[in-house]
Every structure is written in structure tokens, then in C-alpha cells.
């Protein structure tokens, strides 16, 4: 009997992305009650497109936690360090953000900062669900899916994850939060790259599909 009959890896594995994003989710949770604590006597557009943002994206951290606990075995993943940095880094440097000094309050840097939040978590929410038990952090190959928002890029998570994260830089703007939005970017090129070579190993008509779509923008890259 092996390793992975006793424990069950891929179970083991998927702990510590479902404990991350369960402790952001409650941390999330805590900050929209105090959000609504500071309900305002009047519904104003910019009170309401946060508080979209804000419910959306605890959906969709909370539909990642489920995702993840019932996501299926893959049946293939890439080898060596570098896929399991680039994905660890690629999913939590945007984080650092947090860690910096926001930036003065300004009305149209706000509300573009919300409704890109929203706007992002949205279609993150879209994707998760037509994605499915496909889910996967690593560069792994589950099931392949070329339909719905896949039948426009290849990959509509990462799409839609960059809308948010450009949110979130919108509400620090800094040199310090540029930097870390590149660097966050450079490890999602990573991971894209990473993927499409587990997918090309594992799926025969996955190069076919590949010449059919773009990877992230249509029409450009």
C-alpha cells in the first residue's frame, strides 16, 4: 500500500489552499459586517457598487473553499519546483497589496476600484461554476473544458482574477503596489504557460483548441 493509498495526497494537498482561503473569506466576512455598520441614511451609487463588490467576492472565495474540498483527482500534473512556485506565488502575492498604505479617498478612483472588484468577481463566479470540479491550483489536467467562457480564452479565471486584483491596486496606487501587481502578473504568465503544457501532454486535441483561441485577450495575446 503507498503514500498516496493511506493518505489520499490529493486530499492532504488541497488543505492548505482551502484553510487560506477560508481565513481570508471569515476575515472578509468581518469587514463587511463593519461595512455595514457604517450604512449610510441615504443608498448613494458609490455605497452600493462597493457593497456589490464586497458580497461578490465573498462568494466567490466561498465557492473556491467548496470547489476545492469536491474538486476531482487529476490525472496529470507538471513536474519539478518551478509550477508549484510560480502557482503559489501567482495566488497569494496579490495579497501584499493589503499590506500597504491605501491611498487618499477619491471618488472615480473608488469607484472604478469597486466596480472592477465587482466586475472581476463576477465573472470569477461565472467561470468557477462552469469550471466545476475541473478546478485546480497547481498546473494539473482534471477534465478538459473548452466550452463556455473557454470557448473565448483559455484561461477566463485568470481573466477575470486580474479585473479584480486591478481593483484592489486602484485603491493603493504606488510605486510599491505597482511592483508587486507585476510581479504577481509575472508568475500568472507562469502558471498559464505551466498549464497549457500538462493539458498539451494529456489532451491529444488540446493543441487544436489552442490554435482556435487566444490565451488571455482575443485578438491581441
Known amino acids: 500500500m503507498n503514500f498516496n493509498t493511506v493518505f489520499d495526497y490529493d486530499k492532504l494537498m488541497r488543505l492548505p489552499i482551502v484553510l487560506f482561503t477560508s481565513f481570508f473569506l471569515v476575515r472578509e466576512l468581518f469587514r463587511l459586517n463593519e461595512f455595514l455598520v457604517r450604512y449610510p441614511a441615504q443608498l448613494e451609487a458609490h455605497f452600493i457598487t462597493e457593497l456589490g463588490a464586497r458580497i461578490s467576492l465573498a462568494l466567490f472565495m466561498l465557492l473556491l473553499v467548496v470547489l476545492h474540498l469536491i474538486r476531482a483527482k487529476p490525472i496529470n500534473k507538471a513536474r519539478g519546483l518551478q509550477p508549484k512556485i510560480s502557482a503559489l ?34 465573472l ?39 479585473i479584480a486584483t486591478l481593483g484592489i491596486f486602484l485603491q493603493f496606487r504606488s510605486w510599491e503596489a505597482a511592483a508587486i501587481l507585476a510581479l504577481h502578473f509575472a508568475f500568472q504568465v507562469q502558471r498559464m504557460l505551466n498549464e497549457e503544457r500538462v493539458l498539451c501532454e494529456t489532451f491529444p486535441e488540446y ?15
Open 207 to 221: 493543441r487544436a483548441y489552442m490554435q482556435k483561441t487566444a490565451r488571455l485577450i482575443p485578438g491581441v495575446w
Open 124 to 162: 470569477c463566479i461565472v467561470v468557477l461554476l462552469h469550471l466545476g470540479r475541473s478546478i485546480s491550483i497547481m498546473a494539473e489536467a482534471r477534465r478538459l473544458v473548452t466550452s463556455g467562457p473557454y470557448s473565448i480564452i483559455r484561461h477566463p479565471l485568470y481573466f477575470a482574477e486580474e
Open 89 to 122: 506565488l501567482g495566488l497569494t502575492l496579490s495579497n501584499f497589496l493589503l499590506l500597504l498604505n491605501r491611498a487618499d479617498s477619491s471618488l472615480w478612483f473608488d469607484l472604478i476600484s469597486a466596480f472592477s472588484l465587482l466586475l472581476g468577481n463576477y
